[in-house]
């Protein structure tokens, strides 16, 4: 069963290209990774599957619903861990997970049980009373992962979330992901600029350039389709090594697919 | 309904945990009382104009949820700035529950610092002339609060920055404080100034707080609650359609 199916997707912020054209399909209950150099289009991608934006044209579909028609079921359906921190600062790590599950309409037991259940899994139950504003990065990172998983989502969207963690809370964290993947089998789309957790977490990955997929398959496969010996050696063969600048369109603001769709009609 | 008591309630929470806010929430009209109340009031006095104290304080406690409910929009940005918008704007909730629960919480913290400076007026010597109209100038901060906390948060939607709401302060609020007859009688005005006075929205709410508190109006308390009720519909319906827009 396909839980994502994106078909000549493309965005365009007037003349500039974000997206270009791609299409990829990602299976439910697979770690699906989306690797590219800055600017390349990974958070543009995520804003369309994640009904943030509306594409420019073609077509995509979460869990068998379109993000342009049924913008908030698709929002029901995933949990979203943004690539810049997303949490309330000045309330507590327990308060902004309550927080979640009341926008998520769950009952209140629910809501405390999955609560409890997800603080102690990424061992932030003992700071649950702790103001976000005092909790390390690695800390509210965690938090932004428990918070996103809280109303049992079917797909879990990770932008860069290992961004300015230290090696030990990466690996603690995609541990977390891998079983949380292999326990409740629950899709993963993730982006990285790391390519060892990409190859060390993804059963599949496509690497995106200037806006279109330049490769798709396994790291092993995309190590052959290069002929090098590490994934990121066949990153920079497909990429290119010359530094990319950030293009304009990440500080061009996402906006809300209603919106979107008030100013087309 | 869960979400607006919860957006309510987070405003509370965090203003009962920035003591800085709360200091100087109570700042501000203390300044006033102490330098304006205390030190026109022999001046006033002698004008025959009667105790200064008693015409200065519904002013200020109206400057109090003026500033205090505008903060609204800058609580907006900073949601911005941190980045907790995006976690509000991208759960599956209509946008008017979100607007209705920041508007109820930014005007309840200023309706709860409002009557803290009322009960410090009430300390340092003013007098409410009809005790009975307690309730009734407790529902007119209320809707003052309401009014402006709309417009805060509408202004906090359009703006992108913290710095750019200074500015908005500076220009805007200001002037709508020092127009609404808060610290001078409205009588015997210069014309463009009278006409100045009649567009501002703040005056009406110092008149009607007067007229319950002391039993004086300049307007007519019953033409002010009109006047604030209707801005507080017609606010409401343009802020919703700017929080619509908003983006992240």
């Known amino acids: 069963m396909k839980m994502i199916r994106v078909?000549?997707?493309?965005?365009?912020?007037?003349?500039?290209?974000?997206?270009?054209?791609?299409?990829?399909?990602?299976?439910?209950?697979?770690?699906f990774a989306f690797i590219g150099p800055n600017g390349a289009g990974k958070t543009t991608t995520i804003q369309m599957l994640s009904a943030l934006l509306q594409p420019s044209s073609?077509?995509?579909?979460?869990?068998?619903?379109?993000?342009?028609?049924?913008?908030?079921?698709?929002?029901?359906?995933?949990?979203?861990?943004?690539?810049?921190?997303?949490?309330?600062?000045?309330?507590?790590?327990?308060?902004?997970?309550?927080?979640?599950?009341?926008?998520?309409?769950?009952?209140?037991?629910?809501?405390?049980e999955r609560t409890r259940c997800l603080l102690n899994r990424?061992?932030?139950?003992?700071?649950?009373?702790?103001?976000?504003?005092?909790?390390?990065?690695?800390?509210?990172?965690?938090?932004?992962?428990?918070?996103?998983?809280?109303?049992?989502?079917?797909l879990l969207f990770l932008d860069e979330p290992t961004l300015g963690l230290d090696p030990q809370t990466r690996h603690q964290l995609w541990a977390q992901v891998k079983d949380l993947n292999e326990?409740?089998?629950?899709?993963?789309?993730?982006?990285?600029?790391?390519?060892?957790?990409?190859?060390?977490?993804?059963g599949r990955i496509a690497?995106?350039?200037?806006?279109?997929?330049?490769?798709?398959?396994?790291?092993?496969?995309?190590?052959?389709?290069?002929?090098?010996?590490?994934?990121?050696?066949a990153f920079l063969v497909l990429t290119g090594a010359a530094i990319r600048d950030e293009p304009l369109v990440d500080s061009i603001p996402f906006r809300p697919i209603e919106k979107a769709r008030s100013d087309m009609r | 309904m869960s979400v607006i008591y919860y957006l309510w309630l987070r405003e509370l929470r965090r203003f009962a945990r920035s003591r800085s806010q709360i200091a100087g929430a109570l700042g501000q009209p203390i300044l006033y009382l102490v330098t304006m109340g205390f030190g026109l009031g022999p001046v006033f006095l002698r004008a025959g104009q009667g105790s200064y104290l008693q015409f200065i304080v519904p002013g200020l406690i109206a400057m109090t949820l003026l500033f205090n409910s505008v903060i609204s929009g800058m609580n907006l940005l900073w949601d911005r700035q941190v980045g907790f918008l995006k976690e509000t704007l991208v759960a599956p909730v209509?946008?008017?529950?979100?607007?209705?629960?920041?508007?109820?919480?930014?005007?309840s913290v200023a309706l709860f610092q409002g009557v803290l400076v009322a009960i410090l007026?009430?300390?340092?010597?003013?007098?409410?002339?009809?005790?009975?109209?307690?309730?009734?100038?407790?529902?007119?901060?209320?809707?003052?609060?309401?009014?402006?906390?709309?417009?805060?948060i509408a202004l906090g939607s359009i703006l992108r920055d913290v710095r750019g709401f200074q500015g908005i302060i500076n220009f805007l609020i200001m002037p709508i404080f020092f127009l609404s007859g808060a610290l001078f009688p409205l009588e015997g005005l210069p014309s463009a100034l009278a006409t100045a006075t009649h567009v501002d929205p703040l005056a009406y709410?110092?008149?009607?707080?007067?007229?319950?508190?002391?039993?004086?109006?300049y307007f007519n308390a019953r033409l002010d609650v009109a006047v604030l009720g209707l801005l507080a519909i017609l606010l409401f319906v343009g802020t919703l359609y700017l929080f619509e827009k908003v983006e992240v």
């Open chain 2, 94 to 107: 209509p946008r008017a529950q979100i607007l209705i629960g920041r508007i109820l919480g930014g005007a």
């Open chain 1, 58 to 112: 073609g077509f995509v579909e979460v869990d068998g619903l379109d993000p342009c028609v049924q913008p908030n079921e698709v929002r029901r359906q995933f949990g979203i861990v943004f690539q810049d921190p997303s949490l309330d600062v000045d309330l507590t790590a327990y308060e902004n997970m309550e927080l979640h599950g009341v926008f998520y309409q769950m009952p209140r037991r629910l809501r405390i």
């Open chain 1, 122 to 154: 990424f061992e932030l139950w003992h700071r649950r009373n702790d103001y976000v504003k005092v909790l390390s990065g690695g800390m509210k990172r965690r938090l932004e992962i428990a918070r996103a998983l809280l109303h049992t989502p079917k």
């Open chain 1, 183 to 202: 326990t409740e089998h629950m899709t993963v789309f993730l982006t990285t600029h790391y390519m060892d957790e990409a190859e060390r977490v993804a």
């Open chain 2, 205 to 217: 709410g110092v008149d009607a707080l007067r007229s319950t508190l002391n039993g004086q109006s």
């Open chain 2, 121 to 152: 007026c009430l300390a340092v010597g003013f007098r409410i002339k009809n005790l009975s109209s307690i309730s009734l100038a407790l529902l007119v901060m209320a809707l003052i609060a309401f009014v402006f906390s709309i417009l805060g």
């Open chain 1, 207 to 233: 690497i995106i350039d200037h806006g279109g997929i330049v490769a798709l398959g396994s790291a092993q496969e995309l190590r052959e389709q290069t002929g090098t010996g590490s994934l990121e050696d």
């Open chain 1, 7 to 31: 078909s000549q997707l493309t965005k365009r912020f007037g003349a500039f290209t974000a997206v270009n054209n791609i299409s990829f399909d990602v299976l439910a209950g697979e770690i």
